[in-house]
């Protein structure tokens, strides 16, 4: 049984970052203008790619509180939180709240805060002759495939605690639904966050 999906939210089905490398980028905002749909009944756009070269430079200059440089959707919360984003009409929304959740292991924890929250924000390890494009992705096969330097930034939109699996959604076209099994993602998972609220600067 389903007991969340997030199937609604429209930009969510629909964002897709083609042959572009913003995928952490798209992941965030369109999470984020959901909140503001939902909230606000408006939607918005943001310069995703001028919005990732900001992120970026944030990220030469400031580190995280082990001392080492933040990762990239963790910034993207921070600045969201400490000055806000604005959209492309100059409007700018800011996060009251968000969590890291500190292991792809929590299983109920994940569950409970999609059924009452929102969809969560993940990033995946990735590995040569693993795919990430399959319906229900495959476990890795560890001794003939190798990890890339590079994650991958996408959506945990529901989940089916029967099947013991997530529900994916991935930036790359509307429609694109992806299933991966609960064990897969403890063991690929790389980190998970959850936006709490969303509010318009005056």
């Known amino acids: 049984m389903i007991v969340a999906d997030y199937l609604e939210y429209i930009p969510l089905k629909s964002l897709d970052q083609g042959s572009t490398k913003y995928c952490t980028s798209y992941t965030f905002f369109g999470l984020f203008q959901e909140f503001i749909q939902q909230k606000f009944k408006k939607d918005v756009e943001f310069d995703y790619e ?13 580190l995280d509180k082990r001392g080492n440089r933040m990762l990239r959707i963790e910034t993207f919360l921070s600045l969201g939180q400490k000055s806000g984003w604005a959209d492309t009409n100059g409007d700018i929304y800011r996060i009251v709240g968000w969590r890291r959740i500190a292991s792809p292991k929590q299983r109920e924890v994940l569950c409970r805060e999609m059924q009452h929250h929102s969809p969560a924000l993940i990033g995946v390890k990735r590995f040569y002759g693993h795919s990430l494009n399959d319906t229900t992705i495959k476990p890795v096969d560890y001794e003939n495939m190798k990890e890339k330097k590079v994650g991958h930034a996408m959506w945990l939109r529901g989940f089916d605690k029967e099947k013991e699996q997530y529900i994916l959604q991935n930036s790359w076209g509307k429609g694109y639904t992806q299933y991966i099994p609960m064990e897969v993602f403890e063991d690929i998972g790389k980190y998970c966050y959850f936006i709490y609220d969303v509010i318009k600067e005056k």
Do not use: N
């Open 50 to 62: 001028d919005a990732f070269k900001r992120m970026e430079k944030y990220r030469t200059t400031h």
